[in-house]
Structures are given as structure tokens and as C-alpha cells.
């Protein structure tokens, strides 16, 4: 075996000066695929890079042919080359020419050479282009040489990515990292949003890449292993992780990884060819995000993305570098995450925030549910997204239709300014509607009320005309603070809602927290299902002080005047009636303590616990009005947790098992002359909503930049006729059509904008 000379070590140190000499850029990578042949002894090392058009352009080459620099390319995919770049994964060959994949290329009068080492060039597991050495000889590049080319790989690719290589990328074409990419996803949050990409998480900068002394790098790498280690092992011995959860399994998997012997293995052998401890965690990290991106098994998927959030952390060690909350946005600002939860949404500047787009997430997730009330646009399922993408890249988020353009070309990008324009006409259509009341064309009168949780969106209630607040999430209050609100905060932020509703109904929900819905300063348990756990009025129940505060400062907000309060996630009457009870016996005090008795107090209960639907009888008479929840019930009614993507979207919501569920409460409503309102999701989704109304509902309460067009669907809408065969269609169990194929096919004959 040929060995290098003067091993990988040298040729990083030759490669770092050769970076910082004042040279040219092609003279800089020619003087580069010299220096790594005389290294290794090879007869020929070439460098590919990946275009904007997915063609492998040969930038520099040792040993052939200098006349197809830049005019020589492979398509990926095509050549040993372009498998290199399509896998993401070394290739080394003691007699090419026999490789079913190898492509010959006449003009770099390649034939002599027999045995060939080639490794992808990689950046965030993406592939930037190939870097190849071959030797006339047969002979076998041992594991070492492989490893030393791609720490080499790991610097070229740091090269790709300077501005300084723009000058050698001919006029017309680029790199592929820049390439404009689109992500189908699933809209969250309706709106148009263009701006600047920033990660969530964002990638840690790695400066130095080669290392001065490789034993204190290894000295290094192990002390960060060793505080990574300890902090996981802190987290899971700590109280709250006594219990299994999923927050619990990931940590568990963290700390598999962390103490992996294989891993660190790896890491190791990256600074024994020469790399710094970070510069050696970012090369195994890109091979873990190439495994990720060409990954289809979404168990393994998932693993994958530990061990890559694990890399993150251990290079924030070695770094000190921070994350992005906290830290100044840009103006139009697009947060992307894998994920996040609402609190982590709500930290951000909502100034300059426009959008938020997720790999993960499902639309009645909290977080979803979060974005839509502060306004933001929000998709979510888009796949790889974060990836590819780079702080400040510019992009854009359809939230209509799910679609995410990163790096958009200017013509995209002047088809959503136009898309924008529109969307303020849509908008100014609807604010026309704003004054109508919502009448169907055969009469029956509809209420639709808005959902909310923050003054920012209280001011809404004008441009959409919506007549009241269905539901106010006093919980965002509570997600947005650093520590507990006080009475008086809490008071202020109550009496303030009531004065923008200018005297139409606001229904305070209480306080609704646990599950998804985490609060920073409380401390929490961790549960194995945690929206099944301890949430909602089951926490309110066990901390009455948390309660009472709450309900005094909704007391004290009304000042004398009308108040509603509902009961969140109600499993029995027995429990609605506690709240209710703690609540009038707050209302008798308040006299003492010198507040006027609100002039009007109604209590009302959530229905979204399926159980509850089958007590109905003694719960109505108990309440003065009713709300369901559908996000919760759905999610509970079908068994598919509402914040899980793989299995959120696989029940339609209106099929005929959950509509009679709802027309039960429907019914129940009537009989006992209770208002009824529909405040979950699915009020604000014009198909959705055209069941609800099909099965008899009449008051409807969803997010702002819903009503207008539901307003508009009942505008057009006679609905006698499709309540009758939903009837029909409920009652009889020989009709074959879902509801969903009803209700389209009534639109359609009604010509209803859904
Ligand atoms: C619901 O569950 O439908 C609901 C309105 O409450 P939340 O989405 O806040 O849980
Ligand atoms: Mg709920």
C-alpha cells in the first residue's frame, strides 16, 4: 500500500495556508487538488461541484486533462461521480472501469486510471460536490485515506460556501446549496409571509478547523463529552422525569448516543486526521444529517435527529455559542424548527415575527393554535426544511396552501408579491361583509364569534365584525410571562379585553394548562400521556390558590357588569359543579373586599371529554351555556393525539361516527335550551363548519382570519335542504356517501365558495 506523505495532519495545515494566501480562486483550488495528490500520492484528485441544475461541474483537477475544468460534467446519479453525490457516501474502487455505474469522459482522458477513492463534500448533510483521487495502479485506499479525504472534504466545503467562490461559478448557474427549493407542506396559519430565514436552532459556526495540537483537541472533545453526559444524566435522575414520557425517551436515547462508544470512536478518528474537536463533531454531524436526509423509515428518522440535536449541543459546548431565542431578529423574520412548543413560539419578538414553519407539527397543535391568534403565518410538515435551510436565506410561506419556496427565484417571489396584493383584496372583500349579519339565503341567522388570548388579537373584532369572543385562552398570558401573572396583571389584562370587545360578550375560559400547553415557571411532571393527564381544570381543582387568583381578577375585571366563564376539559358534572361553586362563592365575597357584583354571571362547561356526552342530561341544566371543544374531542373521540402529524390527519373529523357524536350534543343543547358554540378548530374550516350547520348548529367561534369566509359560505348557503339530508344521511345506515361527499356535492350545487 502507498502511503501518504506526511499524513493528513500536514496537508491541513498546508490546506489552512493555502486558504489564507492572497491567491485567485481557481489558483486557490488548483494549488488546493495539487497539494491533496502529492499528499496522498495519487495520480489524479479532481474536484465536482453540484449546480443549481443538478449537473457535477469539474472545478479543478490534478492529472487529467486541464481543458475540462469547468466543461466536464455528470449528472447526479450518472457516473461513479454522480453516485457519490446522489448516496452521500464514500466509494472506494481497485478497479473502476468494471463498476457497473462508471461513466468515461473522452476529453479528461481519464481510461489509465484503476483504482479510484472518491467522498462527498458535504455542508448541513447536503451534498456540495465530490472530491476524487485515482491512481493508475490497482491498488486499495485503506480506511485511513478515506477518513483523511473527507476531513479534507470538510475544508473544501467551508470553501464552497465563502463568497469568495462566487467568481469561479459561471453567469447564469449555481451551486446547488443555493439552489431555490420547494417544500409541500401543510398550511397552519392562512396568510403570505416573505422574509428571512431564522433557525430555531440555530448551527452552531464552526471557525477553526484545524487543529494546532491534537492531543489537547482530544483532551477537549473528551471534557465536553463528559459535561454533555453529565447534564443528560442530570436531566433524567432529575424528580420530574421519574415517570416514562416521550420527553423521558428522547433523553434516553441522548444519553445512548452520548455514551456510544462508536460515536465518540468516530469523533476521535476526525481529530486524529487533523480536524479541532468542533470542526470533528461537524464532520460525523454531516454524515448523520446525509443519513437523515435519505432517510425514509420515520423510527429511524427520528433517532437520527437525537443524535443530530446531540451534535448540536456538544458543539454549543465546545463553542459557548447560544440559541436563537432571546437573541435580535430581523425584520420579517421566518422561524423554522423541527418543532416547538407554543411557549417557545410565544418567546420570540412578535413584532418582527411573520411566520413560523415546522418540520413536525399538526394544526391543532397548541402551537398552531398560538400562531393563528397572534397572527402569524404558519405551515408546518416541511420536510428537511431545516436542513437546507441557512440563517438569512431568504423565503417565502404560503400558508393557504401549505407551500414554502426557500431561496426563491424573482419570479416566484413576484408571483406572491401579486399573491399578497390579492390577499389584501380577499381581505377587503370580507371587511365589506364585516357589517352583514351572518343570514343563510332561507333565513336562519348564525352567530359567529372570534377565539383569543391576547390583546393583539382583541383588535381584530372590528375588521371582521365578528359579534363577540367565543373564546378567550386566558392560558397565553400565562405562556407568555417569565413568572406568575399577579391578580393585578391579570385584571388589567381581563378589564382591558372587555373594553376593546366594546360591549359585546367575551367568554373567559379558564386557565388551561398542562398537556402541550407548558408554563416556564410552573413545575411540571412529566407524564406518559400527557394530554390525558394532569391539565386543564384537573390542576386548577388541585391548586385552588392558582384558581382563586384568576377567577377574583375576572370578578374584579367585570366591574359590575356581564362576565361568562367557562370550564375547560370537563370530565363529569361533579367537577363542573366544584368550579362553579368555588367560583359563586368568590363572587359573594367580593362585596367584603370592596368590588361590585358582576350584573350578570354565567357559567358554562366545556364539552371535549367524550364520557361527558353521556351525562349531558345532568350537566345541562347545571350550566348556562355549552362549548365544544373539537380539537380535544376529536382528538380523544378518535384516539389520535391532536399534536402528532402521522396520525392527527387520518380520521376526517366530519365522518359519520364524530358528527353524531356532535349531533347528540346538539340535540341534548335543544332539548334544555342551552346556547351552544363550537369554539374548536374545525368552526373555523368552511366544510367543517358546513357540517356543523348541517347537523343544527347555529354559533360558531374560530380564529379571526376565518370569518369572513365563513361568513361568506353562510351568505350563499340555503341550508333547510342540507340539513335535511344530513339527517337523512346521519339516521340512515344504508346511504353509502360519507358526509363529506354530501356536503361537496351540495356545494357544488349551491356554487358555495368552501
Ligand atoms: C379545543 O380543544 O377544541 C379547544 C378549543 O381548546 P384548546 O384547543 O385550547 O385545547
Ligand atoms: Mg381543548
Redesign the pocket.
Known amino acids: 500500500m502507498v502511503t501518504a506523505i506526511g499524513g493528513p495532519r500536514i496537508l491541513l495545515r498546508q490546506l489552512r495556508e493555502t486558504m489564507a494566501e492572497p491567491l485567485a480562486s481557481q489558483d486557490r483550488l488548483d494549488k488546493i487538488v495539487d497539494l491533496i495528490a502529492e499528499n496522498m500520492r495519487a495520480d489524479v484528485c479532481s474536484f465536482y461541484v453540484l449546480r443549481d441544475d443538478g449537473a457535477l461541474e469539474l472545478f479543478a483537477t490534478h492529472g487529467l486533462k486541464r481543458e475540462a475544468v469547468h466543461l466536464t460534467t455528470l449528472r447526479l446519479g450518472e457516473g461513479l461521480v454522480g453516485l457519490i453525490a446522489a448516496e452521500a457516501e464514500p466509494l472506494s474502487l481497485q478497479n473502476a472501469p468494471e463498476h457497473p455505474s462508471f461513466a468515461y469522459r473522452p476529453e479528461t482522458g481519464e481510461d489509465p486510471y484503476f483504482s479510484f477513492l472518491g467522498v462527498p463534500v458535504l455542508r448541513a448533510g447536503q451534498t456540495l460536490g465530490v472530491l476524487v483521487v485515482q491512481n493508475q495502479e490497482r491498488r486499495a485506499y485503506g480506511e485511513d485515506e478515506t477518513e483523511a479525504l473527507l476531513t479534507t472534504a470538510t475544508i473544501l466545503a467551508e470553501m464552497v460556501s465563502t463568497a469568495d467562490f462566487d467568481s469561479l461559478v459561471k453567469p447564469g448557474s449555481d451551486i446547488d446549496l443555493r439552489r431555490t427549493r420547494m417544500f409541500n407542506g401543510v398550511g397552519f396559519s392562512e396568510g403570505i409571509a416573505l422574509g428571512q430565514v431564522v433557525l430555531h436552532d440555530p448551527r452552531v459556526e464552526v471557525t477553526n478547523f484545524v487543529a494546532d495540537d491534537t492531543d489537547a483537541e482530544k483532551v477537549r472533545l473528551e471534557a465536553a463529552l463528559k459535561t454533555m453526559r453529565v447534564s443528560i444524566d442530570d436531566m433524567l435522575n432529575s424528580g420530574d422525569m421519574q415517570i416514562p414520557s416521550d420527553h423521558r425517551e428522547i433523553l434516553e436515547s441522548y444519553r445512548m448516543f452520548a455514551h456510544d462508544r462508536g460515536w465518540a470512536r468516530r469523533l476521535e478518528e476526525a481529530i486524529d486526521s487533523g480536524l479541532t474537536a468542533e470542526a470533528a463533531v461537524e464532520r460525523v454531524q454531516n454524515d448523520t444529517r446525509a443519513r437523515m436526509l435519505r432517510q425514509t423509515d420515520p423510527y429511524i428518522r427520528d433517532r437520527l435527529h437525537d443524535l443530530d440535536d446531540l451534535a448540536n449541543r456538544l458543539l454549543r459546548i465546545l463553542t459557548g455559542d447560544g440559541t436563537a431565542a432571546g437573541k435580535d431578529l430581523p425584520e420579517n423574520a421566518i422561524l423554522v424548527a423541527r418543532n416547538m412548543g407554543p411557549a417557545e413560539l410565544l418567546e420570540y419578538d412578535r413584532t418582527k415575527l411573520r411566520a413560523v414553519v415546522l418540520e413536525d407539527g399538526a394544526a ?1 397543535a ?1 402551537v398552531a ?1 398560538v400562531a393563528r391568534s397572534v397572527g402569524l403565518v404558519a405551515v408546518g410538515q416541511a420536510e428537511n426544511i431545516v436542513s437546507m435551510s441557512e440563517d438569512g436565506d431568504d423565503i417565502i410561506v404560503d400558508g393557504y396552501t401549505g407551500a414554502v419556496h426557500l431561496r426563491p427565484s424573482p419570479d416566484i417571489e413576484a408571483t406572491y408579491v401579486d399573491k399578497v396584493r390579492l390577499s389584501a383584496k380577499r381581505r377587503a372583500h370580507y371587511a365589506a361583509l364585516k357589517d352583514k349579519r351572518a343570514v343563510t339565503r332561507d333565513g336562519i341567522e348564525i352567530t359567529l364569534l372570534q ?1 383569543s388570548g391576547l390583546l393583539a388579537d382583541m383588535g381584530t373584532l372590528e375588521e371582521t365584525g365578528a359579534v363577540g369572543i367565543g ?1 378567550f ?1 386566558t392560558e397565553l398570558q400565562f405562556m407568555i410571562a417569565s413568572k406568575m401573572p399577579r391578580v393585578s396583571d391579570q385584571v388589567e389584562l381581563y378589564s382591558e379585553a372587555m373594553r376593546l370587545a366594546g360591549g359585546r360578550p367575551v367568554v373567559f375560559r379558564l386557565l ?1 394548562i398542562g ?1 402541550d ?1 407548558v408554563v416556564p415557571y410552573m413545575r411540571s411532571m412529566a407524564e406518559e400521556n400527557p394530554a390525558m393527564g394532569w391539565r386543564s381544570v384537573r390542576l386548577a381543582l388541585d391548586r385552588p390558590a392558582l384558581l382563586r387568583t384568576q377567577v377574583r381578577a375576572l370578578l374584579q375585571a367585570a366591574k359590575g357588569g356581564p362576565l361568562k366563564i367557562l370550564v ?1 376539559m370537563v370530565t363529569e358534572t361533579a367537577e363542573f359543579l366544584k368550579v362553579k361553586r368555588f367560583i359563586l362563592k368568590e363572587c359573594d365575597r367580593l362585596p367584603r373586599l370592596g368590588f361590585p357584583k358582576p350584573s350578570e354571571i354565567e357559567v358554562g362547561a ?1 364539552i ?1 371529554v367524550p364520557s361527558l356526552i353521556f351525562e349531558l342530561d345532568r350537566l345541562l341544566p347545571e350550566t348556562d351555556f355549552v362549548s ?6 376529536i382528538m380523544f373521540l378518535t384516539a389520535a393525539d391532536r399534536a402528532n402529524p402521522r396520525v392527527a390527519g387520518n380520521y376526517d373529523p366530519i365522518a359519520r361516527p364524530r358528527l353524531k357524536a356532535l349531533k347528540m350534543i346538539v340535540d341534548a343543547a335543544g332539548a334544555y335550551n342551552r346556547p351552544l358554540t363550537m ?3 374545525l368552526a373555523g374550516r368552511p366544510m367543517e363548519a358546513l357540517a356543523l350547520l348541517a347537523i343544527g348548529m347555529d354559533r360558531l367561534s374560530m380564529g379571526a382570519s376565518s370569518v369572513g369566509p365563513i361568513k361568506e359560505l353562510i351568505l350563499g348557503l340555503e341550508l333547510g335542504p342540507v340539513r335535511r339530508a344530513m339527517a337523512d344521511l346521519l339516521e340512515n345506515g344504508t346511504r353509502e356517501d360519507t358526509p363529506r361527499e354530501l356536503l361537496s356535492e351540495w356545494a357544488e350545487r349551491q356554487r358555495l365558495s368552501l
Do not use: A, F, Q, V
Open positions: 391543532t397548541h393554535i377565539n373564546l385562552r388551561d398537556g400547553k375547560p366545556m371535549e365544544i371543544g373539537s380539537n380535544d374531542l369554539c374548536g378548530e
